[in-house]
């Protein structure tokens, strides 16, 4: 019997059709067309891996080694340690990696009966820019854009996404779409395997977005192709951004991005001879200091031109994760409460009637980069690795060390995090589970169980709920499977109704996805208070840390085609030959030869906080004084800084300032 269903790594949601013994790609489903990449076709191999965590294990003091525990002892621990614990100091860490049923169950129980809306995700350090610029100039978290859309379109320009490697199918469609006439523009330090496509490659200097998009905004205006009835019909401050731009300084600016002119007349002239414009972008722009200030500057592009709600148009922020953008629906950040709800009164007052409970705070809770320097007394990670992921790991360790209480629940036991933890708790891995995802265009579809859970293995929805019946609350987390959960997550959007995920059939979504939102395309209407978006006027203030005669290069992060984080699922013995190493630095010819080095010498990386061993990759690819190291080097994070942004509280991961020596 063949089970259709869908993929569990990025946020493209590529159909699979799996017939017992074989995984393929699902050819009747619209994103993919049968296609599947390399992480995709080897996706059962990471149920079946040695490195699977299969029983609780249990200890009382990290430097202890685990003891196999049972899941009632497990529970009754945890239990007990939030009991004792006042509720602002417990911490429950979520991930992308979840399903939307868990989600919900998680958001439930910490923010409306533990009374803590200390809940988030690690959507934290990729996407919470992206968010919070939506809803500062859209409204609410919104994505107007579809990935069919790019058939539609004339021009693609792609800022710091390199979807070559990190959205491999929807990079397939991209080509697909240039061979009918498709333009694309790629700004990028690096020219990756995505700008090696490009019509026009922009090696812009890193930290310069702010400036490029404001001296595309400014000609906009300059040149008279500002569409006015959109601006008077559907957009706020477009007045005071025009005064402002008048005393912006253009040649220092233009000098910043390390572009020339004639560069910049290049892009010029294809935005400017191009109708039907989408841009897109990920951590290239999310991963800073003013991750938000960049997302605003660029979205401020599509609002000037009126390139927004029409097919072929808008700004496209790619999530990475499978149910990044899931997560944010129902409630998975700290800074949301439940189904795009802030923590005002009136909101409060409807999520508290819909789950019967008298426990929610009236404040946001810590962030995911906050939390460990917050004096948690419990701590429950699910699915992610914190000590692997957040920045600043010699700072990470110390504060993890502090906590009384740590609990990871993850389907594998070889995580970074998996070290300073108390408590592990075996999850259900993809194909071991059923429950729903949005991808990154807001199509929701529906992971199918492929195979058998593992004999004492949960659902990460099912060891949230027995947590909450635990505490006392049987009646609120009475599930009985995933689909009573999405049902009542549906009905809770019902208090939000732009929020229509109601109108899905849950039993349906494997083979027909449901994509919420459209009427809000069709409508063109957004939602601030009088219904128009927000134009921001941004300034590159350069906040980021700065480079030095001790440390004279910036070090830039990203993913490889076939390796997903920190390679719990994709780094093991029967996947397919990696296309590159795990471990190697990017650095330019000039910059190898003033230090001596050859291809392929080892070479120790140094910032301020710490330092790692690579390999030097010798390439004119890559801009002078830039490295590139790629994520699937587990140590990455000894080398980053921890300034955040202040708005989204998303980590500077792409602006360390280090030095190199060789080994």
């Known amino acids: 019997m063949v089970i259709k269903s869908v993929c569990g790594y990025c946020g493209v949601g590529c159909g699979i059709e799996f017939d017992t013994h074989r995984l ?27 490195s699977r965590l299969l029983r609780p294990l249990m200890r009382e003091r990290i430097e202890e080694g685990y003891e196999v525990s049972t899941w009632d002892k497990s529970i009754a621990k945890i239990v007990s340690a939030i009991q004792k614990a006042p509720k602002e100091r417990v911490g429950i860490y979520l991930s992308g990696q979840l399903l939307t049923e868990d989600y ?10 533990i009374g803590t809306n200390n809940v988030d995700t690690n959507s934290r350090t990729c996407m919470a820019s992206a968010v919070t610029a939506h ?3 859209f409204g609410i978290d919104y994505v107007p854009v579809r990935m069919k859309d790019i058939f539609k379109s004339d021009l693609l320009i792609l800022v710091g996404a390199n979807t070559a490697e990190a959205h491999v199918v929807f990079h397939n469609q991209i ?12 700004i990028d330090p690096r020219l990756t395997d995505t700008a090696k496509i490009a019509d026009v490659h922009l090696p812009i200097k890193v930290g310069s977005d702010i400036d490029f998009f404001n001296l595309v905004a400014s000609r906009i205006i300059d040149e008279g192709l500002v569409d006015e009835a959109f601006i008077e019909k559907s957009v706020n401050n477009f007045t005071l951004l025009k005064n402002k731009f008048k005393r912006i300084p253009k040649t220092k600016m233009l000098k910043r991005t390390g572009i020339t002119q004639e560069q910049f007349e290049e892009f010029w002239e294809l935005f400017k001879a191009n109708e039907n414009i989408i841009s897109a972008w990920t951590m290239g722009l999310n991963q800073s200091s003013q991750g938000v200030d960049k997302n605003l500057a660029l979205i401020n592009i599509h609002l000037l031109t009126g390139k927004i709600f029409k097919e072929g148009n808008g700004p496209f922020s790619l999530t990475g994760q499978p149910n990044a ?55 429950i990670i699910c699915h992610t690795d914190p000590v692997y992921h957040l920045p600043n790991r010699h700072e990470t360790e110390r504060l993890m060390k502090k906590i009384p209480l740590v609990v990871e629940i993850n389907a594998y036991e070889n995580s970074e995090t998996s070290n300073f933890a108390h408590i592990k708790l075996p999850a259900a891995p993809w194909g071991e589970k059923e429950g729903t995802q949005t991808n990154m265009d807001r199509t929701i579809t529906k ?70 939102g459209e009427k809000i395309r069709q409508e063109g209407k957004f939602f601030t208070k009088n219904q128009k978006a927000n134009l921001h006027f941004v300034e590159n203030r350069l906040m980021s840390e700065k480079i030095s005669l001790t440390h004279p290069f910036i070090l830039l ?22 296309h590159k190493k795990l471990n190697f630095c990017e650095i330019h010819p000039n910059d190898a030869k003033a230090l001596g080095l050859r291809n392929g010498d080892a070479i120790k990386i140094i910032s301020a906080r710490g330092a790692i061993e690579s390999e030097a990759l010798i390439t004119d690819t890559i801009r002078e004084k830039t490295l590139f190291v790629p994520l699937s080097n587990r140590e990455i994070n000894y080398l980053t800084n921890d300034l955040l942004d202040s708005e989204s509280m998303e980590p500077d991961y792409n602006h360390t300032p280090v030095q190199i020596e060789r080994l």
Request: hydrophobic letters at 40%; aromatic letters at 10%.
């Open 24 to 50: 393929i790609g699902d050819v009747a489903y619209p994103i993919n067309e049968g296609k599947l990449c390399s992480k995709g076709v080897s996706e059962l191999i990471s149920i079946q891996t040695a």
């Open 104 to 113: 919900y169950v998680a958001n439930k129980l910490g923010k409306g009966f």
């Open 135 to 137: 809803i500062k100039a």
């Open 175 to 186: 080509v697909k779409a240039k061979k009918q006439g498709l333009k694309i523009i790629v």
């Open 325 to 379: 953008m899931g997560g944010r629906e129902v409630g998975g950040l700290s800074t949301m409460l439940a189904v795009h709800f802030g923590f005002d009164k009136d909101s409060i007052k409807k999520v508290s009637e819909f789950w019967g409970t008298d426990k929610i705070d009236n404040k946001a809770g810590l962030t995911a980069t906050e939390m460990m320097k917050a004096n948690l007394e419990v701590l």
């Open 447 to 516: 992971q199918m169980k492929l195979t058998r859970t593992s004999i004492d293995c949960k659902a990460d929805w099912e060891i949230f709920q027995l947590l909450g019946q635990a505490l006392g609350y049987r009646e609120a987390f009475n599930f009985k499977n995933p689909q009573e959960i999405f049902e009542e997550f549906q009905a809770m959007c019902r208090l939000n109704p732009h929020l229509d995920i109601y109108n899905a059939n849950y039993k349906e979504l494997n083979s027909e996805p449901f994509v919420w």
């Open 557 to 578: 992060t990203g993913r490889t085609r076939d390796q997903w984080h920190s390679g719990t699922k994709t780094n093991l013995p029967k996947t397919l030959l990696y």
